[in-house]
C-alpha cells in the first residue's frame, strides 16, 4: 500500500504562483513513477505531468509547459508541483498519484496506468 497525501493548494490571482507537495509513505518511493492530474468542476481528470523514478526524466500535458516544473525528494518521499504563472484554467482539484507497476515506456498519462491517489488540494486562480 501507498498513502499519498497532496499540500499547498490554496487562491491565488492570476499570473501568481504555487507550490503543491505530496507526501509518500508505505512503500520505497523511488521504485515509483509519480504523476500529477487536476479536475476542473465539471470536467474529466487529466494528465498534468509525471516524472520517472530518478527524477532525470519529466513529461508535462502542452498546456503547462514552461509554467509548471515537476520535481521530487526521493530522500523525502516526496514529489512536487511548482506552478508558475498561474490562469483561471488552471484551477481544480490537484491529485498526485503514484504508478509503482512502471511499464514503459514512459510518460504513461492515462489515470489507469496509477494505482495509487492522494486525496486532492484545491487551486483556485481569480482573474
Known amino acids: 500500500q501507498v498513502q499519498l497525501v497532496e499540500s499547498g493548494g490554496g487562491l491565488v490571482q492570476a499570473g501568481g504562483s504555487l507550490r503543491l507537495s505530496c507526501a509518500a509513505s508505505?512503500?520505497?518511493?523511488?521504485?515509483?513513477?509519480m504523476g500529477w492530474f487536476r479536475q476542473a468542476p465539471g470536467k474529466e481528470r487529466e494528465f498534468v505531468a509525471a516524472?520517472?523514478?530518478?527524477?532525470?526524466?519529466?513529461y508535462y500535458v502542452d498546456s503547462v509547459k514552461g509554467r509548471f516544473t515537476i520535481s521530487r525528494d526521493n530522500a523525502k518521499n516526496t514529489v512536487y508541483l511548482q506552478m508558475n504563472s498561474l490562469k483561471p484554467e488552471d484551477k481544480g482539484i490537484y491529485y498526485c498519484?503514484?504508478?509503482?507497476?512502471?511499464?514503459?515506456?514512459?510518460?504513461?498519462?492515462?489515470?489507469?496506468?496509477?494505482?495509487?491517489w492522494g486525496q486532492g488540494t484545491q487551486v483556485k486562480v481569480s482573474s
Open positions: 498519484a503514484a504508478d509503482t507497476r512502471v511499464v514503459p515506456p514512459f510518460p504513461r498519462t492515462g489515470r489507469d496506468a496509477y494505482d495509487y
Open positions: 508505505g512503500r520505497t518511493f523511488s521504485t515509483f513513477t
Open positions: 516524472i520517472t523514478r530518478s527524477g532525470l526524466t519529466t
